[in-house]
């Protein structure tokens, strides 16, 4: 499937991390290919397949704030060291080759190129929870990318994008369906050792998911990454890290490298501290702890019938990682600040844990995420405003509807996770999904109310049954089959919406 389903299904304890937020995070991940994987579940955007370069004083790669993990891909291209392929003998085809292409004598400077191949084909019956004809998607994706080390402490990397999309009822596609060419990422980097840490800089169009999938990921389902524009500086120790950042989002274009641009209406700025907690804290565990404060500042901004300045601060922590056969990974986040005159009250907590039933890595996975949201103050344009911001987070951590978001939202989803023969991974999950307060409306993953849901009574939105089977044919090749089923209730029935089905297959192919 697509990187973000690797996430979710991770082989070993220690990746799961990043499968706990996907498969884990949601089991509703269902995924666990190794070449690529599309968010299945929860967190897939976090994990990611391949370990970025290793931190100069030890800062494990896989907490460091890129979501990396041992292997060799990465849903961010340009979190993957591949300086082992200096050695032949560890290249096991032609296009090894292209990982590690020497420009000195000495290989200090080297290039190294990847790409990648999606195509998939989605159906959804009752598009927007409507009672139409169903939408077809027919989506394509090619990534091209090239990173360029000038010596240990120099960088620069640069990828190229392009999304094709074909179909029925496709109505007017975003710019990250159907584009002809983008400059996906391009930045430089400036790292080096002070005083026996790690430090860096990074400055230019990038993707950054330092921080829960929910709330930030680089968004593999769609055909083009999620992508900012800004700087990004780092100080990694043993034990502990942080890194600061400033972001603009960026506006993709449909037509070509010119005409994509910085969304100077939309500013992300703040700080993510790393803390490894020692291992023998909760018995034989490997956890990372890291607290967070940002600050979202949006010129125009909508709630309700309200369109107004909002500046936003998240004030959260977020422990992640595994104890013995269990892998949890729990945020809890404050977010305050004001909507134009009024001022912003509003909570989210995301709990999903999963439990490995024996000592295999390969054995059966059980587990249950529960995610809550505060909601209220949108729809009635009244007192402090409860209703949280989702950021760019990874929505089809509930549904690849996108019909489900953290805001006024109690979700429930016990999950399990199989491997019935080798290098084929199968999820299944089932969501009961209420809203807290039934006097705000039912969100999608866009932010914006399902019309009509604020006006109705019933705290039950819906149930969700999702079930996803990844086949990694091999290390660069990975299938991918996923099927939906969305049952309406009260909260959304009673404003005249539809059960919905969703059915998917994509091929991806990574070098």
Same mark, same amino acid.
């Given at each position: 499937?697509?990187?973000?389903?690797?996430?979710?299904?991770?082989?070993?304890?220690?990746?799961? %991390?990043?499968?706990?937020?996907?498969?884990?995070?949601?089991?509703?991940?269902?995924?666990?290919?190794?070449?690529?994987?599309?968010?299945?579940?929860?967190?897939?955007?976090?994990?990611?397949?391949?370990?970025?370069?290793?931190?100069?004083?030890?800062?494990?790669?896989?907490?460091?704030?890129?979501?990396?993990?041992?292997?060799?891909?990465?849903?961010?291209?340009?979190?993957?060291?591949?300086?082992?392929?200096?050695?032949?003998?560890?290249?096991?085809?032609?296009?090894?080759?292209?990982?590690?292409?020497?420009?000195?004598?000495?290989?200090? /400077?080297?290039?190294?190129?990847?790409?990648?191949?999606?195509?998939? /084909?989605?159906? $959804?019956?009752?598009?927007?929870?409507?009672?139409?004809?169903?939408?077809?998607?027919?989506?394509?994706?090619?990534?091209?990318?090239?990173?360029?080390?000038?010596?240990?402490?120099? %960088?620069?990397?640069?990828?190229?994008?392009?999304?094709?999309?074909?179909?029925?009822?496709?109505?007017?596609?975003?710019?990250?369906?159907?584009?002809?060419?983008?400059?996906?990422?391009?930045?430089?980097?400036?790292?080096?050792?002070?005083?026996?840490?790690?430090?860096?800089?990074?400055?230019?169009?990038?993707? =950054?998911?330092?921080?829960?999938?929910?709330?930030?990921?680089?968004? *593999?389902?769609?055909?083009?990454? =999620?992508?900012? +524009?800004?700087?990004?500086?780092?100080?990694?120790?043993?034990?502990?890290?942080?890194?600061? =950042?400033?972001?603009?989002?960026?506006?993709?274009?449909?037509?070509?490298?010119?005409?994509? %641009?910085?969304?100077?209406?939309?500013?992300?700025?703040?700080?993510?501290?790393?803390?490894?907690?020692?291992?023998?804290?909760?018995?034989?565990?490997?956890?990372?702890? +890291?607290? =967070?404060?940002? #600050?979202?500042?949006?010129?125009?901004?909508?709630?309700?019938?309200?369109?107004?300045?909002?500046?936003?601060?998240?004030?959260?922590?977020?422990?992640?990682?595994?104890?013995?056969?269990?892998?949890?990974?729990?945020? /809890?986040?404050?977010?305050?600040?004001?909507?134009?005159?009024?001022?912003?009250?509003?909570? @989210?907590?995301?709990?999903? @844990?999963?439990?490995?039933?024996?000592?295999?890595?390969?054995?059966?996975?059980?587990?249950?995420? /529960?995610?809550?949201?505060?909601?209220?103050?949108?729809? *009635?344009?009244?007192? *402090?405003?409860?209703?949280?911001?989702?950021?760019?987070?990874?929505?089809?951590?509930?549904?690849?509807?996108?019909?489900?978001?953290?805001?006024?939202?109690?979700?429930?989803?016990?999950?399990? $996770?199989?491997?019935?023969?080798?290098?084929?991974?199968?999820?299944?999950?089932?969501?009961?999904?209420? %809203?807290?307060?039934?006097?705000?409306?039912?969100? #999608?993953?866009?932010?914006?109310?399902?019309?009509?849901?604020?006006?109705?009574?019933?705290?039950?939105?819906?149930?969700?049954?999702?079930?996803?089977?990844?086949?990694?044919?091999?290390?660069?090749?990975?299938? $991918?089959?996923?099927?939906?089923?969305?049952?309406?209730? +009260?909260?959304?029935?009673?404003?005249?919406?539809?059960?919905?089905?969703?059915?998917?297959?994509?091929?991806?192919?990574?070098?």
């Amino acid at each position: 499937m697509s990187n973000e389903i690797n996430r979710a299904l991770r082989p070993s304890g220690w990746v799961r %991390r990043i499968a706990s937020r996907s498969m884990l995070l949601g089991g509703a991940m269902l995924v666990a290919g190794t070449a690529s994987a599309d968010p299945v579940g929860p967190q897939m955007t976090g994990a990611k397949e391949s370990p970025a370069t290793p931190s100069a004083v030890g800062y494990p790669a896989i907490g460091n704030g890129e979501g990396t993990v041992p292997g060799k891909y990465n849903v961010s291209r340009w979190a993957e060291d591949w300086r082992g392929m200096r050695d032949p003998a560890k290249r096991d085809d032609p296009l090894d080759r292209l990982k590690f292409l020497p420009l000195t004598e000495s290989g200090d /400077v080297y290039l190294t190129l990847s790409g990648e191949f999606r195509y998939r /084909v989605q159906e $959804t019956t009752n598009p927007d929870l409507r009672d139409r004809e169903a939408q077809r998607q027919d989506r394509t994706r090619i990534f091209a990318g090239a990173d360029l080390h000038l010596g240990d402490h120099v %960088r620069v990397y640069g990828e190229l994008a392009h999304a094709g999309l074909q179909g029925i009822n496709l109505g007017n596609p975003n710019a990250n369906l159907r584009n002809k060419l983008t400059l996906q990422q391009g930045f430089g980097e400036v790292k080096g050792t002070i005083g026996g840490a790690e430090v860096g800089v990074r400055g230019g169009r990038q993707e =950054f998911s330092d921080g829960p999938n929910l709330l930030l990921a680089v968004r *593999d389902d769609p055909t083009l990454h =999620f992508v900012l +524009d800004g700087v990004r500086g780092y100080v990694r120790g043993k034990r502990v890290r942080v890194d600061l =950042f400033d972001f603009n989002f960026v506006n993709y274009g449909k037509q070509g490298l010119g005409d994509d %641009r910085t969304d100077h209406a939309r500013r992300f700025s703040g700080a993510t501290f790393g803390y490894v907690v020692p291992n023998d804290v909760l018995g034989k565990s490997k956890l990372f702890f +890291d607290p =967070f404060v940002w #600050r979202l500042r949006t010129d125009r901004a909508t709630w309700g019938r309200t369109t107004a300045r909002e500046e936003r601060m998240f004030y959260g922590l977020h422990l992640y990682g595994d104890i013995d056969r269990t892998t949890i990974d729990w945020t /809890v986040n404050y977010q305050d600040g004001s909507f134009g005159n009024r001022s912003i009250s509003a909570w @989210q907590a995301f709990l999903a @844990q999963t439990w490995r039933i024996a000592a295999n890595p390969n054995a059966p996975r059980v587990g249950v995420h /529960v995610d809550y949201a505060s909601g209220g103050g949108a729809a *009635d344009g009244q007192g *402090d405003l409860r209703t949280p911001s989702g950021l760019y987070g990874n929505n089809i951590y509930y549904s690849y509807q996108l019909f489900l978001t953290p805001t006024n939202l109690l979700a429930i989803s016990p999950n399990i $996770t199989v491997q019935p023969v080798k290098n084929l991974r199968v999820t299944a999950e089932y969501t009961m999904a209420y %809203r807290p307060n039934e006097d705000e409306a039912v969100y #999608r993953a866009s932010g914006a109310a399902f019309a009509g849901t604020q006006n109705v009574a019933g705290k039950h939105i819906a149930d969700l049954i999702r079930a996803q089977a990844v086949w990694s044919v091999t290390p660069r090749i990975s299938l $991918t089959g996923r099927y939906e089923h969305m049952m309406v209730k +009260d909260a959304l029935s009673r404003a005249g919406y539809r059960d919905s089905d969703f059915l998917a297959g994509w091929i991806s192919f990574r070098f």
